[in-house]
């Protein structure tokens, strides 16, 4: 038996030496609240430290690339509604485009309005549903209740115009769809927009923003939110631009730049908006940059909502659709960020090749980098920031 | 689009041709495609980051171009039996975005990666490897993207039927069908047949 200083004196040596704690593999997912669907991380810890994080992703591959060689292209407006279901009518909208482009069809301006607005109040429900979730990830559960209230609003104007909250399938191409009972036998008749559709977007625009204000207010005042977000999940823009990171987390990492400005697949150069960025790119920013956006795009329908012109909804289209040879990429600003389709036309109804460029696929892509050497509680405020749906991911 | 920005893209294709050292160029329907030699592929993917200015990767894919086609429509004319493989980049002033396009042919079908110059490419190089059959080489991890680590075969090639339709014939041909002259013989009938 040892003297109990010299026990003592030992004990003292063994705690001043570091504690080596062994590597754990920790598996996150794939059913997990924090990962939005169906995301598996396969993380290696060191006590509360995370590295080589590796994201396991497929398992909701459904293989759009593949069935659309076996689809036509009305067919196809259908599939590519399911890519990303929380905006699901702006995935139509590139794919379109293409379309369009190939065919030299001219599509009416009302309709292209009517596309626009449609495509904003989506973004306005995927900010929304972001602008609920992502406190609650962090632990405030009242902002969700704001932001879907709101966002229930903005559902239902989209589902007076097209009858669908999610999978509207509204658009054709060429145009966009007559309403119900708008045949031949009716044709003085024809409506478009539901009655006093206008004037209640007004209204529910009005609405949003005030929305968006008390979302500030309870989100930008709350420290605990600040303490978990700032600072957190750097991402800087040389790194974000290298692996193809779009949309809303791009600009927050301080590139100014978004596909509404830069194209012109839908008349967005007749509004006046600003896009939003900010420069330190962390979790806070990429909060932020959504917030600017939901007023922006509230900002945009109003002004569409007022400058809408009159007129046909549908370019003359034959009722057999074929495209002929041609090869397009379009892409657009979605929510998410850049959605882009590469279609291969060889003639006929059914396309030979459209790869799919979803926003998502790239924007989760840089999760090994960015969660490397954090701490694990960081995972859930990183991963909620980027706002991906696994949809968009496994296509 | 207008004439003026259809002339300004074609200027862009030959400028961005002549950095990356194109074989080809071309800016149909406005989207600019730029064809470079096998061999100097992950040389022409840095000149277009470093020399064309264009840092924002895209996505990365490939084509399977063949006349014997196991799904879908084969090609309208005769083509060369190879695998296409795509680059797009794009720079994040104007908005203008390059697809670099390469050829590989069917019996050597692999490519230097271009991951160490866009490190976005790595997963988009797994799914088209996953998908065509194409090996990448120097990729840091090849393995299964989507597909589970024992699944056969590779679905995007045009070899690879869909067994759906093997059981019953594309259903685009129903929706684009003639209205029967007599629907009325063959359809069923809703009356009651007691009354």
């Known amino acids: ?395 | 689009m207008t004439n003026s920005r259809l002339e300004s893209i074609e200027d862009f294709a030959a400028s961005v041709a002549e950095a990356v050292g194109a074989t080809s160029h071309s800016s149909d329907l406005g989207t600019v495609k730029v064809k470079v030699e096998r061999e100097r592929w992950v040389e022409a993917v840095t000149a277009a980051r470093d020399i064309a200015l264009l840092p924002l990767f895209s996505w990365l894919s490939a084509v399977d171009w063949t006349n014997d086609v196991a799904v879908g429509d084969p090609p309208a004319e005769e083509v060369e039996e190879r695998y296409e493989v795509m680059c797009a980049v794009s720079n994040v002033t104007d908005g203008q975005i390059v697809v670099l396009s390469t050829d590989l042919p069917k019996d050597d079908a692999s490519i230097d990666s271009v991951v160490g110059v866009y490190p976005g490419a790595n997963w988009h190089e797994r799914e088209a490897a996953e998908m065509f059959e194409i090996d990448f080489i120097g990729h840091p991890n090849l393995i299964k993207l989507y597909l589970t680590s024992d699944f056969v075969g590779h679905p995007l090639k045009k070899s690879y039927a869909l067994i759906s339709r093997e059981v019953k014939p594309w259903p685009g041909t129903v929706d684009v069908e003639d209205m029967p002259e007599s629907a009325s013989s063959d359809a069923p009938s809703f009356e009651n047949p007691d009354a």
């Open chain 1, 1 to 395: 038996m040892l003297d109990p200083s010299v026990l003592h004196h030992l004990s003292e040596a063994a705690v001043a030496i570091e504690l080596e704690t062994p590597d754990m593999t920790l598996n996150i997912g794939p059913q997990h609240p924090s990962t939005h669907g169906v995301l598996r991380l396969v993380a290696k810890v060191d006590g509360e430290q995370v590295y080589d994080v590796q994201p396991v992703i497929g398992y909701m591959h459904r293989g759009y690339e593949k069935i659309s060689e076996v689809r036509t292209y009305p067919q196809i407006i259908t599939l590519i509604n399911r890519i990303e279901w929380v905006s699901g009518y702006a995935n139509e909208i590139p794919f379109l485009v293409a379309v369009e482009r190939i065919m030299g069809l001219e599509v009416p301006e009302r309709a292209q309005y009517i596309r626009l607005i449609l495509t904003e109040l989506t973004r306005l429900s995927s900010h929304l549903m972001f602008m609920g979730s992502y406190p609650l990830e962090l632990g405030a559960s009242t902002p969700l209740m704001f932001a879907l209230r709101e966002r229930e609003r903005v559902l239902d104007l989209i589902e007076g115009v097209t009858g669908g909250r999610f999978h509207p399938n509204f658009n054709r191409i060429g145009g966009v769809k007559p309403a119900a009972g708008a045949g031949p036998s009716q044709k003085k008749l024809v409506q478009d927009l539901p009655k006093g559709f206008l004037e209640d977007t007004r209204d529910a625009m009005d609405r949003v923003l005030s929305t968006s204000d008390e979302l500030e207010d309870l989100i930008a005042g709350n420290e605990v939110l600040l303490a978990r977000t700032k600072g957190v999940g750097i991402l800087p823009p040389e790194v974000a631009m290298a692996y193809g990171v779009t949309g809303p987390n791009l600009r927050a990492s301080g590139v100014d730049f978004d596909l509404r400005k830069r194209s012109d697949y839908l008349p967005y150069d007749q509004l006046d908006f600003k896009t939003a960025v900010t420069e330190t790119g962390d979790c806070w920013d990429r909060w932020w940059v959504r917030l600017v956006e939901i007023r922006e795009s509230a900002r945009m329908i109003k002004q569409a909502v007022d400058q809408i012109p009159s007129g046909p909804l549908q370019a003359k289209v034959p009722r057999v659709i074929k495209v002929p040879k041609g090869e397009i990429y379009v892409r657009a600003e979605n929510p998410k960020g850049e959605m882009g389709y590469h279609v291969i036309s060889e003639g006929g109804q059914v396309p030979y090749r459209v790869k799919i460029r979803s926003a998502s696929f790239n924007n989760i892509s840089i999760l090994p980098h960015i969660l490397e050497r954090i701490l694990i509680p960081d995972i859930v405020a990183i991963m909620g920031s980027l706002d991906f749906v696994l949809g968009d991911v496994d296509r």
